[in-house]
């Protein structure tokens, strides 16, 4: 599942072609993939004749506001989308001939020739239009953006200090820090030498500055890789990311650590692996 520099590599991606663009057309072939209970009918009304502003993004969801033709006021509308396991954009004149793009989601032709195209082979993703008010509403349910200034060692001990879920389990929570999935979770706690096992509420002020950190660093250096391409994520046009050729201890169960060469250990909490080093990340 893209996490934050997977989408947000899409964002980038997309952000200067469709910048102001008006969208002329919209093709729903698969009605699974308007979320919220908008009909297809509703959907293209509200979308046809709108012009996007630019893009955005928050935790793993990409928001394209949609401003009046006229591009005069703030937008109307937020289409808000969640790429899930699938999801892909394509952005050209005609539909990429890649064997990715077998399965036609939405097609939102453009004034400039282009369509930016959405194919979703599971349909787990997929459009919702939201009000600025029922975003701002989602929105401050969301933890703070990891790479924002505000993501300071103090907030952050101050979002642990309550918890008792395992740190691992805490990472992945949306509500506490927004964007970070199991990947960069895993990868984050084997770069600070933290155990994913350890009670959120534990971790001393040593850990949680390195953890911090180690987050940090962790999605900069993901993202400037234009993320991790394991099985399903692509960026815009098919395009691979390739920092799974950077990852210490994700999907590297039995291999040896590259820190002190012991076996890189997978674990199961909360439903998800977990992978870590038992001698650089257990003793605490
Ligand atoms: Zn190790």
């Avoid at 002329?24 to 009918?41: A, F, K, P, Y």
């Avoid at 009046?68 to 699938?86: F, I, K, N, S, Y």
């Amino acid at each position: 599942m893209p996490e934050l520099p997977e989408v947000e590599t899409i964002r980038r991606d997309l952000a200067a072609p469709l910048l102001g663009r008006r969208i002329e057309r919209v093709r729903v072939h698969e009605e699974d993939l308007i979320l919220g209970g908008t009909s297809r009918r509703s959907f293209q009304r509200a979308v046809r004749g709108r012009r996007f502003g630019g893009l955005e993004r928050r935790a793993k969801f990409l928001l394209f506001p949609l401003l009046a033709d006229d591009g005069a006021t703030g937008p109307e509308r937020l289409l808000r989308v969640q790429l899930r396991m699938t999801g892909q954009f394509a952005l050209d004149e005609e539909r990429p001939r890649a064997p990715d793009f077998r399965h036609p989601g939405v097609d939102f032709g453009l004034d400039d020739g282009r369509t930016l195209f959405y194919d979703d082979v599971r349909r787990l993703g997929g459009f919702d239009l939201l009000t600025p008010e029922r975003w701002t509403a989602i929105e401050r349910r969301l933890g703070p953006e990891p790479l924002s200034r505000g993501f300071t060692d103090g907030r952050f001990g101050r979002i642990l200090a309550p918890l008792r879920a395992p740190i691992k389990n805490a990472l992945l929570d949306q509500r506490r820090i927004a964007g970070v999935g199991n990947i960069y979770a895993s990868e984050a706690l084997f770069r600070a030498h933290i155990d994913p096992r350890a009670p959120a509420g534990t971790l001393d002020p040593a850990q949680v500055a390195r953890l911090r950190r180690a987050i940090r660093t962790t999605l900069a250096a993901a993202l400037e890789r234009a993320g991790t391409t394991i099985r399903d994520y692509r960026a815009v046009n098919g395009r691979s990311g390739s920092y799974q050729s950077e990852l210490d201890v994700y999907g590297r169960e039995g291999a040896p650590c590259r820190r002190c060469e012991g076996p890189i250990i997978r674990l199961v909490q909360a439903g998800r692996s977990t992978f870590f080093c038992e001698d650089c990340q257990g003793a605490r």
